[in-house]
């Protein structure tokens, strides 16, 4: 509620203890309108819930909305039934109290749908085990069962509640509903023979015509046609839109099972219901006067029963019996769901209870008669007990709050209560006394008699005793009771019949003949034996209300006042005029007015100062001393005046709304400032642990790097030390050169170590490359090992790569390395040229010299120079060497052939020139003597030469002089000497004189083979290579 007071401008107040002007009806209604206009159709006055039939789905039932009201104080939350219906369970729960909720208001006003609702509200939020579901399902299932056969289309409420109803539902001492017990009140009999224009009969007739399945109709000899049966349509409305039978049936006939009907006694249940169908089609005739039944040969019996009575007598006779069997047999069913419902567990006798009456509220119509009057004899008794308790209630809470009692100004309808029911005096006794005694009573001498006897009451007039102006308003054959909620008129007229309730001795013996086993429970062989006269029905009405209010006494009771705001059973109409009438009659103004004899609100300390505390620096924002003290400070500082609040024990008591509604405003004010100084402060908190946590964390972050830095470096400089001390790196130091030994041990490996892992990192790049890390003494050898390892690596991937004629290329320079390097002068000059397959082309050479070589492959050719034999004369000459032999030409003269087995073998000087002798046999007579040849290539030539005689091991290469053969057994001599030109020619001694060119000798002697072998390498690598 408190969540609430705010917005009380557009929804009204959710308590109409908290309307300023309480008294005025109009602005009671007016607050219902507002809410009603909002869809809020629950108000409180204190703790009854007043309720407005919405006449639509409010999707305010779900489970969602159970669990809100779950264990929540009641003014904490917006007034619904799960409220009222929580708030009695757990009063029950922590009390230990029996509660009871009384449920009120006219036919539509949405008694029986409140009333499942907290039915359901406690079925799925209260605990539960598996026996307890079947209890459930039993309790829930017992509405449509009974509803079928107590509830029927009324012109007010297509599902009117024919009944009156009370229903115990018991919880075990966990809190789980374990049983239930029905009581009924007043069932309207007289519906089963006769309904008004537009209404129905029961529910159950309409269901099973509509429902049953083909068979059981057969069994039951029933027509599916419920024009057919006379019973049914005297509102003439058989069939309605909004009822479906058909699916209602299959509702009530599977509740049938749950509740735990066997199949033989729902069967026996709708044979009765069948009969009454065809009791009522009994027709009669005869002559006048007398009765006999003329429709069906099958019930003559009944002709029998009836036949001393006249046609109007058979027909009530017919229809009483009809009345009685209904009657009786839906008494049997709630018996029935009692035993079903009935909690069996003896280990745990004890339970609690909590009742729930959905009873009629108080009628007035047009006319009123018997049963109106006993309906608001009723109202009338259920007024009288909430009178007393809740001014029980309220002055029990004064007094326990030690507040001194202010008397309440209500009106007291005891003096009401008294007039109906009081012995010998009142109303019923004066109707009973009618009925039973002898003579010609009638409801007129009733009606005499009660101006005789009660006709001086204050509450009680009838046309005789009523003034001019009441005359005009009131018949001859009514009486008016001045109820609490307003002046009602009966009439007379049935009173004593309906009272009287009678059905003839020998129809009920023919009753209590029958094999239907409900019915011979019905009706009792006893009953018959029994002489004394049955109780009256308003005595026995009298009886069961007074056993009512015992038990509801017993109890903690809840009130839900249930309001319908149309006729028309509309969404969203508020007919001011209906609703006003049912506010009076409702005594809805009286019970606020009840209510607020003393004050309108009131909260234990603790909720109050905690709702308000900032309203007063001193208790804001904690108050830490006494509650009440707090809660007295805080008042004072509102400036309360003493006459506006009280303070009890434990509770504040502020006797106008306005008081309230003030605070409630400065508090809304001050929300505001507050909402703003807490958003700032919790901004600026927010922030700040924001930036904290940042702080600490980069904090955190740094000195965790910083220690990995620092560890490293620690762990570094350990390490390090160790090596020193533990290894005796100085000491390894200056033994190094000596054996190994404990002292340098260590030292001389982590030297090697350390050569190995700089040489793996600085290996030569390829075979030019000479550099190489310096080893250590102790690894020379491996080193040296290691660096030829590595050259050959080197050169074995290289020399992989090379091509075939590369390979030929290196085999020649190899061989004329073997001959010449370091043996003769020139030979260095050569090694950076290559050598060429031949210097002479086919077109070199004359034709004719080919032409006689015939089929011997050429190999090489050069040009060359000849010197004769005799006088050293330089000649021009081609020399060629075939696969067999050295040819030397002259033009197109084939000059001379060696043979190369002739071959003998070739000299050639040590120094640069390019002379060489090829010496043959001098027995040989096709040779003119050795043959002195001098090639620009020499080299090159010789080696082609060695290659293609195969005489590589027949090179001699001479110093100073070479002899050679000239003929005839003479020789020759050249004799050589350095120079710096070359120069051949015919010494004087006769020699052949051969100066040798200098600068190339000279320099070739000059360069070191070394770097021959780089120039050549170089050369090589010049080159590209092949892929
Ligand atoms: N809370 C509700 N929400 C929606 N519809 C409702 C509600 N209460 C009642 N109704 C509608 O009003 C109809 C009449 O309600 P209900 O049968 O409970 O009236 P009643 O007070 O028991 O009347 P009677 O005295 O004739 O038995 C319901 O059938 C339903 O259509
Ligand atoms: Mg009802």
């Not at 009969?201 to 029933?222: A, M, P, S, T, V």
């Not at 072998?1013 to 170089?1018: K, M, N, R, V, W």
Request: charge should be positive; glycine fraction near 6%.
């Amino acid at each position: 509620m408190e969540s609430a007071l705010t917005a009380r401008d557009r929804v009204g107040v959710q308590d109409f203890v908290l309307l300023e002007n309480y008294t005025s009806e109009a602005a009671f209604i007016e607050n219902l309108r507002k809410r009603f206009k909002e869809n809020l159709i629950y108000t409180y006055i204190g703790s009854v819930l007043v309720s407005v039939n919405p006449y639509k789905d409010l999707e305010i039932y779900t489970k969602n909305h159970m669990e809100r009201y779950r264990g929540v104080n009641f003014y904490e939350v917006s007034p619904h039934i799960y409220a009222v219906a929580d708030n009695s369970y757990r009063s029950m729960r922590t009390e230990g109290k029996d509660q009871c909720i009384l449920i009120s208001g006219e036919s539509g006003a949405g008694k029986t749908e409140a009333s499942k609702k907290i039915l359901q509200y406690y079925a799925i939020t209260c605990p539960a085990s598996e026996q307890v579901q079947t209890v459930k399902d039993r309790l829930l299932q017992s509405n449509p069962v009974l509803e079928a056969f107590g509830n029927a289309k009324t012109l007010r409420n297509d599902n009117s509640s024919r009944f009156g109803k009370y229903m115990d539902i018991q919880f075990d001492f966990k809190g789980a509903p374990v049983g239930g017990h029905i009581i009924n009140y007043l069932l309207e009999k007289s519906r089963v023979v006769h309904q008004n224009h537009g209404e129905r009969n029961f529910h159950i007739f309409y269901q099973l015509i509509e429902g049953g399945e083909e068979d059981l109709l057969r069994r039951l000899g029933l027509e599916r046609n419920p024009l057919q049966y006379q019973y049914l349509i005297k509102g003439n409305c058989p069939k309605v839109s909004s009822i479906n039978d058909r699916s209602d049936w299959k509702v009530v006939r599977k509740a049938l099972t749950v509740i735990g009907f066997s199949e033989d006694e729902v069967e026996e249940l709708l044979n009765i219901i069948a009969s009454v169908l065809h009791l009522g089609n009994v027709q009669y005739g005869g002559e006048e006067g007398s009765a006999c039944i003329t429709s069906d040969t099958q019930i003559k019996y009944l002709a029998r029963l009836m036949s001393p009575l006249n046609l109007e007598q058979a027909s009530s006779a017919r229809d009483a019996l009809s009345k009685a069997v209904y009657g009786r047999t839906f008494t049997w069913l709630v018996n029935k769901i009692n035993a079903s419902l009935a909690y069996t567990d003896d280990s745990h006798k004890h339970y609690s209870v909590i009742g729930l009456l959905d009873i009629y509220g108080f009628e007035v119509f047009q006319h009123n008669s018997f049963e109106q009057f006993c309906i608001n004899y009723c109202n009338e008794k259920l007024q009288q007990l909430f009178i007393e308790l809740t001014l029980k209630s309220e002055q029990e809470e004064y007094e326990a709050e030690g507040i001194t009692w202010e008397p309440v100004q209500y009106f007291n309808n005891k003096i009401i209560c008294d007039l109906v029911e009081e012995k010998f005096k009142g109303i019923i006794s004066i109707l009973d006394e009618e009925c039973l005694r002898p003579g010609d009573a009638s409801d007129f001498t009733f009606l005499e008699k009660l101006e005789d006897t009660v006709g001086g009451h204050p509450h009680f007039v009838t046309h005789k005793l009523a003034d001019g102006k009441t005359r005009k308003v009131m018949g001859r054959e009514e009486f008016r009771l001045l109820h609490y909620a307003g002046e009602v008129n009966y009439n007379v007229n049935g009173f004593l019949d309906k009272n009287n309730d009678l059905l003839f001795r020998n129809l009920k013996e023919v009753m209590v003949m029958s094999e239907n086993k409900i019915l011979t429970q019905c009706f009792d062989r006893e009953e018959l034996s029994d002489k004394k006269r049955p109780d009256t029905a308003a005595t026995q009405f009298k009886a069961s209300l007074a056993k009512l209010m015992e038990i509801l006494m017993s109890k903690e009771p809840s009130y839900v006042r249930c309001i319908k705001p149309n006729d028309s059973k509309q969404a969203g109409r508020f007919d001011e005029v209906l609703i006003r009438h049912q506010v009076k009659y409702l005594g809805l103004m009286e019970n606020l007015r009840v209510r607020r004899a003393g004050f309108a609100y009131r909260r234990r300390y603790e909720v109050f100062l905690q709702r308000y505390k900032s309203l007063c620096p001193d208790t804001w924002p904690n108050w830490q001393g006494k509650l009440s003290d707090g809660v007295s400070t805080l008042v004072k500082h509102l400036g309360y005046k003493p006459e506006e609040y009280k303070l009890g024990r434990s509770k504040i008591f502020i006797r106008f709304p306005k008081t309230l509604f003030a605070t409630e405003d400065a508090l809304e004010t001050r929300k505001h400032s507050l909402a703003t100084k807490l958003q700032a402060g919790w901004k600026g908190y927010s922030q700040k642990s924001k930036y904290q946590k940042l702080r600490t964390s980069a904090i955190a972050v740094q000195a965790w790097w910083r220690g990995i830095l620092a560890k490293r470096r620690a762990q570094r400089r350990r390490q390090a030390a160790n090596t020193i001390r533990r290894y005796t790196f100085v000491k390894g130091f200056i033994y190094r050169h000596k054996e190994r030994c404990p002292e340098n041990e260590y030292f001389l490996d982590y030297v090697r170590y350390s050569f190995l892992m700089n040489l793996r990192r600085n290996l030569p790049k390829n075979v030019l490359d000479k550099s190489w890390p310096t080893p250590p003494a102790a690894l020379k050898e491996a080193s040296e090992h290691l660096r030829k390892l590595c050259m050959q690596n080197m050169v074995w991937s290289y020399c992989k790569k090379i091509s075939p004629e590369w390979k030929h290329q290196m085999e020649q320079k190899m061989i004329a390395s073997e001959l010449f390097k370091d043996k003769k002068d020139n030979y260095p000059q050569s090694v950076p040229k290559l050598f060429v397959s031949t210097r002479l082309n086919g077109e070199d050479i004359n034709p004719k010299v080919l032409q006689a070589l015939g089929s011997e492959k050429m190999k090489y050719a050069v040009p060359v120079t000849k010197y004769d034999r005799k006088g050293y004369k330089p000649r021009p000459r081609q020399l060629l060497l075939t696969g067999n032999s050295a040819v030397i030409a002259e033009e197109g003269k084939l000059k001379q052939r060696i043979d190369y087995g002739a071959l003998k073998g070739i000299s050639v000087s040590s120094l640069s020139d390019g002379l060489f002798v090829l010496h043959v046999p001098s027995d040989d007579n096709k040779q003119k003597g050795d043959v002195v040849l001098q090639s620009d290539h020499v080299i090159e030539t010789l080696t082609k030469i060695a290659i293609c005689a195969e005489k590589i091991n027949n090179i001699n290469i001479n110093q100073g002089s070479i002899k050679f053969a000239v003929g005839q057994g003479k020789e020759g001599i050249i004799d050589f000497t350095p120079g710096s030109e070359l120069l051949v020619a015919k010494a004087k001694n006769g020699h052949l004189s051969v100066v040798s060119g200098l600068s190339l000798s000279a320099v070739s002697h000059t360069l070191p083979v070394d770097l021959c072998c780089d120039i050549f390498l170089s050369w090589l690598s010049s080159r590209r290579l092949p892929d």
